[in-house]
């Protein structure tokens, strides 16, 4: 069964920071990832969708990497300003069931 | 990207009553759909999986009485909390696909059982 876990659970930088929030998957059997962002009380967001063939993709100050054979993601922000303040979310479909499993997520919060 | 309309976004309801949450996918053919729950500061807990026309499999603890899932259309599933209870209250969220494997989400609705 896939595992999903997100390192750190929680972070506080000061704006300008440049972060890296971490996603790791125990099967490495998977289609695609998907980063997303959750504000309080709110649904989902997608940022980024790495299929299982890339390496990375882009948008914005965004940045995601995607090494499977070690089952490891990263979400890569770029000086990081208070709107950037969320939870985001690392969710992978795994291959043969197509499910999302979700990780528990970083809570960011960035302080002016 | 595709659109996922999940209604309502809120609700409030008596204990002992039912609620239907409704997901549509609004311009593609969901052949499968994904109920989730999400607790306070947990992630997203997949319940069911649907797909069009047969019946969910639930994931297990999840109870099939109380849950009750339909997807009886490619754009519309259905799920209703039965006899709700305080502790039923959380955050609920579905995701539809079609053929492709990319997931799309419903912005989610919050329940809350007084």
């Known amino acids: 069964k896939q595992e999903v876990t997100q390192i750190p659970a929680a972070l506080s930088v000061p704006e300008g920071e440049n972060l890296v929030l971490n996603c790791s998957f125990t099967d490495s059997a998977i289609y695609n990832l998907q980063w997303f962002r959750q504000d309080p009380g709110k649904g989902l967001t997608s940022l980024l969708l790495i299929q299982s063939s890339q390496r990375e ?3 914005g100050r965004l940045n995601a990497s995607l090494d499977k054979s070690s089952g490891r993601s990263t979400l890569y922000i770029a000086a990081s300003q208070p709107g950037d303040s969320a939870t985001y979310l690392c969710a992978v479909i795994s ?9 528990r997520g970083t809570s ?3 302080h002016p | 990207g595709a659109v996922v309309s999940q209604h309502p976004s809120w609700v409030i309801c008596k204990s002992g009553t039912s609620v239907k949450i409704e997901c549509r ?9 994904f109920w989730y729950r999400q607790f306070p500061k947990q992630s997203l807990m997949l319940m069911a999986t649907s797909n069009e026309g047969s019946k969910a499999t639930y994931e297990q ?4 009485d109380k849950f009750l899932i339909n997807h009886a259309s490619l754009t519309l599933s259905t799920l ?14 579905c995701s539809a696909r079609a053929l492709s494997t990319e997931a799309f989400f419903g912005q989610g609705t919050r329940l809350t059982v007084v």
């Open chain 1, 57 to 59: 993709q882009t948008s």
């Open chain 2, 25 to 33: 996918s609004l311009d593609f053919q969901a052949t499968t759909m």
């Open chain 1, 108 to 110: 960011l919060i960035v």
């Open chain 2, 61 to 64: 603890g999840v109870e099939k």
């Open chain 1, 95 to 103: 291959g043969g069931s197509y499910i999302p499993t979700f990780g």
């Open chain 2, 80 to 93: 209703t909390v039965t006899s709700a209870h305080p502790e039923d209250s959380s955050f609920y969220i």
